[in-house]
């Protein structure tokens, strides 16, 4: 069993800055590949950055290329998002997931609860 523990959304102006967390607890996380995930209202629950915990894959969607990096802390079992000139499309709840597979999450993987992400123009 994995919980995931996210954190650190806010209100935001375009341009700025801003870091989400995911605590993560449970047993051998390290067998796990961690992903971020957001959905906007009435949109569709869209792949943001995949990682492992080792940090040696990394994967990220086109639209955040280059302006977000995903990274972890083995000492804290906890994995970042820093998301870096956010644009207003970048407004949604953000999900943290755990699961075996780096390309594919699912319902039988392990998810947070969420955390929102606004960017104001």
């Known amino acids: 069993q994995v919980q995931l523990v996210e954190s650190g959304g806010g209100l935001v102006q375009a341009g700025d800055s801003l870091r989400l967390s995911c605590a993560a607890s449970?047993?051998?996380?390290?067998?796990?590949?961690l992903g971020w995930f957001r959905q906007a209202p009435g949109k569709e629950r869209e792949i943001v950055a995949v990682?492992?915990?080792?940090?040696?894959?990394?994967y990220y969607a086109d639209s955040v290329k280059g302006r977000f990096t995903i990274s972890t802390n083995n000492n804290k079992n906890t994995v970042y998002l820093q998301m870096n000139r956010l644009k207003p499309e970048d407004t949604a709840v953000y999900y943290c997931?755990?699961?075996?597979?780096?390309?594919?999450?699912?319902?039988?993987?392990?998810w947070g609860q969420g955390t929102q992400v606004t960017v104001s123009s």
């Open positions: 997931a755990a699961g075996p597979r780096p390309n594919s999450f699912g319902t039988n993987d392990y």
């Open positions: 449970g047993r051998t996380l390290s067998r796990y590949f």
């Open positions: 990682g492992s915990w080792s940090g040696s894959y990394t």
